[in-house]
């Protein structure tokens, strides 16, 4: 073995190291980062009102005090109308899961006259244990818990969020004090550059999500679906997952919805109406507002689903996206990591001189 190969083994024998390691790491100290992940997105949510705190003149510990006061208030608010809805959808959804029930019930008997047997069936779609009520029940209660999760460490995220406040206004400063002029200058720069896209990615998303699932609820309102509000947490936090999130938030009020009502022609019009806000929400507002910052690669989000999940739970899997959209950022504003960024998106922008470029790949 040469030395260049010699070199090469020890490179890849390191990084498989480093990131075993990281997901050692990540595994066994989860209690302490997810609440900091949680308090980072949470911290770049409110980083523009306690910056606008800070140019009224408020001294910092004021702003930050203001700011947690202000998150105080707010979940507490939205603690009520989340857990009264949970509660009487908990009491309420054994009825509908036998509504459900019976309706694969019908289906069965249906498909019956038709001359397809009950063996066939069940190798076919399998509707009848699909429509189980433990299934249907078991789902649910494992996506409440873990949104409800997400805020379990209440005490731990507010501590978090103050210091990680108090932190974005004088990094800066330090890197500057620190380092020698031109280096600190480009370092400074580029965390900026991070902590700007960041903040605008995270605080257009959770405006996106949030006003997607505002115009849902009302309009289960409108339609007098039961546990709207329930519902419309349930888009609010998975349509931070592409296609797959909000594809499970529409199953199960639609289902809702053929169980609760008389008539067919109410469910398939809701179904058809979240369908087209969805499809307008993803195709349309989502790239105007939050351009390439989500351009992330199927792949790759289906693995990071996966791996966050695997790491952390329904909590990770919900997290998976904003971590990873995060990643790609940081690693952008670097040019020795671009690379692995333009690997991580699905569509590339192109420079024109890659454009002019001639790209004779083999058997063109």
């Known amino acids: 073995m040469n030395e260049n190969q010699n070199n090469s083994f020890q490179k890849i024998t390191a990084a498989l190291f480093l990131v075993g390691f990281s997901c050692y790491i990540l595994k066994e100290l989860q209690s302490i980062l997810l609440p900091l992940f949680v308090a980072l997105i949470i911290s770049f949510l409110f980083e523009p009102l306690y910056e606008w705190l800070k140019k009224k003149r408020f001294p910092s510990w004021a702003a ?16 009520v109308f989340v857990y009264t809805s949970i509660n009487s959808f908990t009491v309420g959804i054994p009825k509908y899961i036998q509504k459900i029930e019976g309706l694969g019930s019908n289906f069965t008997v249906f498909m019956n006259t038709l001359g397809i047997s009950n063996d066939k069936i069940k190798e076919t779609l399998d509707f009848s244990k699909f429509l189980s009520g433990e299934k249907i029940a078991g789902a649910l209660s494992a996506i409440i818990s873990g949104i409800a999760g997400i805020f379990t460490n209440y005490i731990l995220i507010l501590i978090y969020i103050i210091f990680l406040l108090s932190e974005f206004s004088s990094i800066k400063r330090r890197i500057l004090a620190a380092f020698t002029h031109g280096g ?25 999500n949030f006003s997607h699932a505002f115009i849902l609820t009302v309009i289960f309102l409108i339609f007098g679906l039961d546990f709207a509000i329930v519902w419309g947490l349930f888009f609010f936090f998975l349509t931070w997952l592409p296609q797959i999130g909000a594809f499970i938030a529409t199953v199960f009020p639609v289902l809702i919805a053929f169980a609760q009502y008389d008539n067919i022609l109410t469910p398939i019009a809701l179904m058809i109406i979240m369908i087209v806000l969805g499809y307008t929400m993803g195709s349309f507002v989502e790239p105007r507002v939050l351009g390439n910052k989500l351009n992330l690669s199927p792949l790759l989000l289906i693995f990071s689903l996966v791996f966050w999940g695997w790491m952390w739970g329904i909590v990770g899997m919900l997290l998976s996206v904003p971590v990873m959209s995060m990643i790609k950022i940081i690693l952008s504003k670097f040019e020795t990591t671009q690379p692995l960024a333009i690997l991580m998106s699905n569509e590339v922008v192109y420079s024109k001189v890659d454009k002019d470029a001639d790209l004779n790949f083999p058997g063109k």
């Open 64 to 79: 930050i005090l203001a700011v947690v006061i202000v998150i105080l208030v707010i979940s507490n608010i939205a603690s």
């Open 184 to 208: 600190a200058r480009t370092i400074a720069d580029t965390l900026s550059d991070i902590f700007i896209d960041l903040r605008k990615y995270i605080v257009g998303k959770t405006l996106i």
